[in-house]
């Protein structure tokens, strides 16, 4: 599986972004999928999770009520909308793919993804 992420970019506080993450090589609606981001000098952090059909979604703590993942099973595609926006949110965003069903029980977790993109920017000017 082949993980292509893009949509980062340069905004301001408050502004919004929307991510896309395309898979391809697999069957993407056998995919668990998340979004981690990793600012420089810290570890890779979990922001958001989405089932295989996209009815249970988790989030990270400092993003609830202000991103959303979602999915298209027809296009591949996951997806992070981002609003309200803050300086805190700078990182390359990344997201994951996991083949395995105990992900649903550890989603923040790193170790639980097989896959990986290779991150997209996204940078917040106050």
């Known amino acids: 599986v082949q993980l292509q992420a893009s949509g980062g970019g340069l905004v301001q506080a408050g502004g919004s972004l929307r991510l896309s993450c395309e898979a391809s090589?697999?069957?993407?609606?056998?995919?668990?999928m998340a979004w981690f981001l990793q600012a420089p000098g810290k570890e890779r952090e979990f922001v958001a999770f989405i089932n295989w059909s996209g009815g249970n979604t988790i989030y990270g703590d400092s993003v609830k009520g202000r991103f959303t993942i979602s999915r298209d099973n027809a296009k591949n595609t996951v997806y992070l909308q981002m609003n309200s926006l803050k300086p805190e949110d700078t990182a390359v965003y990344y997201c994951?793919?996991?083949?395995?069903?105990?992900?649903?029980?550890?989603?923040?977790?790193?170790?639980?993804?097989?896959?990986w993109g290779q991150g997209t920017q996204v940078t917040v000017s106050s």
């Open positions: 090589g697999g069957t993407f609606s056998s995919l668990l």
């Open positions: 994951a793919a996991s083949t395995a069903k105990v992900a649903t029980l550890y989603p923040g977790r790193v170790s639980m993804y097989d896959y």
